[in-house]
């Protein structure tokens, strides 16, 4: 199955949000049905990163790649990293998949590897 | 409305303090009414961040209001994240100057070392947004690490600046016995000697385990009044003149400079408005320097230097204790610690110290105005507060 994430378009003014708010950020003038849904551009480009390396207790790895993409679509998104050496400027791809587990539960978002 | 005067003061250690919460939050009460001389209060604020989720204590403002034996005055719990202390004293603030009251306490109080530190970093990380930020595992540090990388691409800032914050500011605690961290560091010692690597590794790179501040436990109080009262008690006159805040977006990302901290820059504007100074006229300041990078951006963002030229001012020595613009005389929260919901209070403590000129070794000379900036989420909910000395 293809997963998506979701951004949210602004019936009046097309402004494009993610994640999802209320009041529309540039028209403000938006009550929460006035949202096209639409998915995500899943290209871009790594705009900084860090690597953790203390992940908290879900995560059951020694290092967390974590990176701020502006994506092709004019949004940004915070998401993991599966990268070896991410370097700032570089094109990156996303792909949905578990980024956290639980006892009980998985959690699915962006995570992103050289294009 | 009303000026608004600080009539005691009164801090715990921050440092790992095997006492409930309501302890350590009454403890710096007591001190602060004996430093005033005032035996009631109007009114309590009681800042606080973690209490629920770390402490199996709610209602903290209740527990201690009683535990004080000064019920039946109000209390109030403030939670604003690590911007709680400042959000509780301006809203001891507002019930002074609009007359509704005549004596506030307001404490500021925190225990992180009741859990393991991954739990902490962890209980801190709930700040970010839950779906775009917290799900991936961002934490504070990460956020920070992010926004350093950028910081040094752009502005030239470099690991050594970073360790200059960290070494400036722990021999700024060598002199203040309530810090956390009572440990002189060296650049050669946490750069660039062969140990480096292990007694400084990465946490969230670039930051390494010297650009982070510790996890605290500790409180701290001001006790707020009106002129009739100070006319009653013999203390120094010391003013909250200034109070701001600011919000930014919640989510990192969505930030459209993301190297700029806007809440810092209209929150620092607003209190300094509201005082009547300008920046230039700061005699000693406390900024945030959760991580160190945030005491160079913030001292730009409040007006000290100009946008990209703090780490400038930093190397030429002007933010030390004799410096043109000393910043973090107390060792900051670097190395004084970060109980987060107690910061802001005791920012606000060591300017009343600095400006009362009470500050032993670590004294700023001639200090007459005073600022702290309380910087919440990662820079989404900022309070700036700005003190001044009266004759």
């Known amino acids: 199955m293809d997963r998506n994430i979701y951004a949210y378009k602004c019936k009046r003014c097309g402004e494009l949000h993610y994640p999802y708010r209320t009041i529309c950020k540039k028209c403000g003038e938006n009550d929460h049905n006035e949202f096209d849904i639409v998915p995500m551009a899943k290209k871009g480009k790594l705009l900084t990163y860090t690597v953790l390396h203390n992940p908290t207790a879900d995560f059951e790895t020694a290092t967390l790649s974590l990176g701020i993409v502006q994506l092709d679509d004019g949004l940004k998104m915070m998401g993991q990293l599966d990268i070896k050496e991410p370097k700032t400027g570089m094109r990156v791809t996303g792909k949905v998949d578990v980024i956290r587990k639980t006892t009980y539960d998985k959690y699915y978002g962006m995570i992103f590897s050289k294009e | ?391």
């Open chain 2, 1 to 391: 409305m009303r000026e608004v005067y600080v009539a005691g003061i009164g801090i715990t250690s921050f440092t790992r303090l095997e006492y409930p919460l309501y302890e350590i939050a009454a403890y710096p009460g007591l001190m602060a009414m004996r430093d005033s001389g005032l035996k009631k209060i109007d009114h309590l604020y009681v800042a606080n961040m973690g209490g629920g989720r770390i402490n199996d204590q709610t209602g903290l403002a209740s527990a201690v209001i009683d535990h004080m034996s000064l019920t039946p005055a109000g209390a109030e719990t403030i939670e604003n994240g690590p911007a709680s202390g400042a959000s509780a004293i301006k809203q001891g603030f507002m019930a002074v100057a609009s007359g509704m009251h005549d004596v506030v306490m307001v404490i500021g109080a925190e225990r992180m070392r009741a859990v393991n530190p991954l739990e902490a970093t962890d209980f801190v990380a709930t700040l970010s947004h839950p779906l775009a930020e917290y799900i991936y595992g961002v934490t504070l540090p990460a956020l920070a690490g992010m926004f350093t990388r950028l910081y040094m691409e752009k502005y030239g800032v470099t690991s050594r600046h970073l360790a200059m914050v960290a070494v400036k500011n722990h021999k700024n605690a060598m002199d203040n016995f309530f810090a956390h961290l009572h440990e002189e560091i060296s650049i050669a010692g946490i750069l660039d000697s062969p140990e480096a690597s292990t007694n400084n590794p990465f946490i969230a790179e670039p930051l390494r385990f010297y650009d982070m501040c510790p996890v605290s436990d500790g409180g701290a109080c001001l006790i707020l009044a009106s002129a009739e009262v100070m006319k009653k008690i013999n203390k120094p006159m010391i003013r909250l003149a200034g109070v701001g805040q600011a919000t930014d977006t919640h989510a990192v990302h969505e930030r459209k400079e993301p190297t700029d901290l806007l809440a810092v820059r209209e929150a620092a504007r607003q209190s300094m408005a509201m005082a009547g100074i300008t920046p230039q006229d700061v005699s000693v300041a406390e900024l945030h320097d959760a991580f160190t990078i945030l005491e160079i951006v913030e001292s730009e963002e409040v007006g000290f230097f100009k946008k990209g030229e703090g780490h400038l001012a930093l190397e030429r020595g002007e933010t030390q204790i004799g410096g043109k613009s000393p910043i973090n005389p107390s060792g900051g929260l670097k190395a004084k610690g970060h109980p987060v919901g107690a910061t802001g209070v005791g920012q606000a403590h060591e300017i009343v110290l600095q400006l009362r000129g009470e500050a032993g070794k670590r004294q700023v000379k001639n200090a007459k105005t005073g600022f702290t900036c309380n910087f919440g989420g990662f820079g989404n909910n900022v309070v700036c507060l700005t003190f001044i000395k009266e004759k």
